[in-house]
């Protein structure tokens, strides 16, 4: 059963630094993009990041030049570092994975992890 765990969350301070992890694990074939998607009370859920299996990355426009996704292809794990964290940060960051589990690609989503940015 294939699952992804994220890790890295919590309370920080405006302008602070988080950085987020998610694990792929069980068992598959490969896995194509990874990406980070968030969700604040009462609104819908927002594209964070994405990066392909090659190590092309694309970002949401409220954090370009802030968050960076980066993978480790050896580990089957994703990473968010958030830097110049405001208070608009703070929402549940999920993790999102086309993994092939021998069945042709599926996509694949964490249970959430918080991220609570406030002074």
């Known amino acids: 059963q294939v699952q992804l765990v994220e890790s890295g969350g919590g309370l920080v301070q405006p302008g602070g630094s988080l950085r987020l992890s998610c694990a792929a694990s069980g068992t598959f074939v490969s896995i194509a993009s990874m990406a980070w998607y968030r969700q604040a009370p009462g609104k819908e859920r927002e594209f964070v990041a994405a990066i392909t299996s090659g190590g092309s990355t694309h970002y949401g426009d409220s954090v370009k030049g802030r968050f960076t996704i980066s993978r480790d292809n050896a580990k089957n794990t994703a990473y968010l570092q958030m830097n110049s964290l405001k208070p608009d940060d703070t929402a549940v960051y999920y993790c999102?994975?086309?993994?092939?589990?021998?069945?042709?690609?599926?996509?694949?989503w964490g249970q959430g992890t918080q991220v609570t940015v406030s002074s």
């Open positions: 999102n994975a086309q993994i092939n589990s021998g069945r042709g690609y599926q996509n694949y």
